[in-house]
């Protein structure tokens, strides 16, 4: 959606202007018009980023105390279910039935415990190569001006709302 649209007229002026072309007092009025059209609209957008950022602040510090929660739930999780577990198994209790569930000690599937990797043999042992571009490097090489295939220097510009 645009809010101002740049009309014909706005962009046959602008270029009758950049070819060094004098423009004529209603063509000036004109653009001056939509040149303060168009800032009004850029501090109103910047009011908007300025508010959508903060909220997006406050969503993302509740995310964050939530998470905290979680992890401390999790951990409270973890202690009395390793307590329930020991006490079923020092008594040797293997299942308990009530009206809501069940409580039942069971076996896992095997897995491996390994205490010493020093002493697998490499037939066991999986090589991974990982392969990574290094982009500081070639950032600071083409600035010196070395030619690397498949890379050049692009510089983007930003909008800061201070």
């Known amino acids: 959606m645009q809010v101002y649209p740049v009309d014909d007229f706005y962009n046959y002026a602008v270029e009758k202007k950049l070819n060094g ?21 850029a501090i109103n957008d910047a009011a908007i980023i300025k508010n959508l950022s903060a909220e997006r602040e406050a969503i993302s510090n509740a995310i964050s105390d939530l998470e905290k929660k979680l992890i401390s739930l999790d951990s409270k999780i973890e202690k009395i279910q390793y307590d329930l577990k020991t006490m079923l198994e020092i008594n040797d209790i293997k299942k308990i039935k009530t009206p809501f569930y069940d409580i039942i000690i069971a076996l896992n599937n095997p897995s491996t415990n390994i205490y010493d990797e020093s002493l697998i043999p490499m037939d066991y042992v999986k090589q991974t190569v990982v392969q990574k571009i290094d982009k500081i490097r070639i950032l600071k090489d083409l600035k010196e001006g070395i030619l690397i295939p498949g890379v050049d220097i692009q510089q983007r510009t930003r909008l800061d709302i201070k």
Do not use: C, P, R, T
């Open 21 to 41: 072309e004098k423009l004529n007092e209603y063509e000036q009025e004109k653009i001056a018009k939509f040149e303060v059209l168009v800032e009004k609209k």
